[in-house]
């Protein structure tokens, strides 16, 4: 952090009010910083809006995706191991570049086949799938089709696969 701006998990922290106060002070002094903290806030407003339009399916998942990026970010800060450290805020910056993908409400179409990971059919793969797909996993109203990687069950390992995919069909 001693050098050049924050990184996003950092970023996403200052917009909770949970950064450091080396960092707090950076995004204070800096426009660049700053109008990334808002982008973040935006982004968390979206991913509010979507929970409450699914209001009938779990109303206690509050912002799922940035959640984890920030609770990777504290068990990233709480260990002394650099790899350690580098791999959670690796895992956090996906996470955080898949919820970036919610912004310009981009859709995705794909030519190959997209059923099981179009959790919500609309016909593309995008972030609201992988959002969708979590809260029915953490209602339990799963179904075997969104089975995305095969593996027997239907947890939260699927829901990082929509995720991946997501970004994979953006970029
Ligand atoms: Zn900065």
Redesign the pocket.
């Known amino acids: 952090m001693s050098e ?3 990184s996003a998990i950092e970023l996403e922290l200052a917009r909770t009010a949970e950064a450091s106060p080396a960092v707090t002070l ?2 204070r002094g ?1 426009g ?2 700053r109008a ?1 903290v808002a982008r973040l806030e935006e982004l968390a407003a979206t991913l509010r809006g979507i929970r409450e339009s699914r209001i009938e399916v779990s109303a206690d998942l509050d912002g799922r995706v940035l959640w984890h990026a920030r609770s990777r970010a504290r068990v990233a800060r709480r260990t002394s191991s650099g790899r350690t450290l580098a791999r959670w805020a690796a895992a956090a910056a996906v996470v955080l570049a898949v919820a970036t993908t919610l912004l310009p409400g981009g859709l995705h179409r794909s030519g190959l086949a997209v059923a099981r990971e179009d959790v919500d059919g609309n016909g593309t793969i995008d972030i609201r799938d992988a959002l969708l797909l979590a809260h029915e996993v953490e209602a339990g109203h799963v179904s075997g089709t969104r089975d995305v990687n095969g593996d027997g069950v239907v947890n939260e390992e699927d829901v990082r696969r929509i995720a991946l995919r997501a970004v994979a069909l953006r970029s």
Do not use: A, D, L
């Open positions: 050049g701006h924050p950076h995004v800096c660049i910083c990334e």
